[in-house]
């Protein structure tokens, strides 16, 4: 692949890095860092969850309703409290 393509950046000297540390200080970079980390973590538990509960011996129906419950409580909370307080 390399006799195909020519190196400008020999030609022009360019002193471009391949990536900069420095950015591993940056408070903004480790943030996203750790919501990308958190976050992957939550899709896992979202889409085990519902194959989590057919394992325990609930019915396709339970496992159905533990996944929305799962995705319904970060998305409208009150919806479900007031739900919950019907059943009561």
Known sequence: MRFF???RNQRIGAVQKV???KLF?????LALSAWSVFSIGY????FSLPAYALSIGLT??????VGSMLKGSETN???IRYVVSLRE
């Open 5 to 7: 393509i020519k190196d």
């Open 19 to 21: 990536f900069d540390y």
């Open 25 to 29: 200080r940056d408070a903004e970079f």
């Open 43 to 46: 899709v896992i538990l979202s």
């Open 60 to 65: 396709t129906q339970q496992g159905a309703i």
């Open 77 to 79: 909370p009150l919806l």
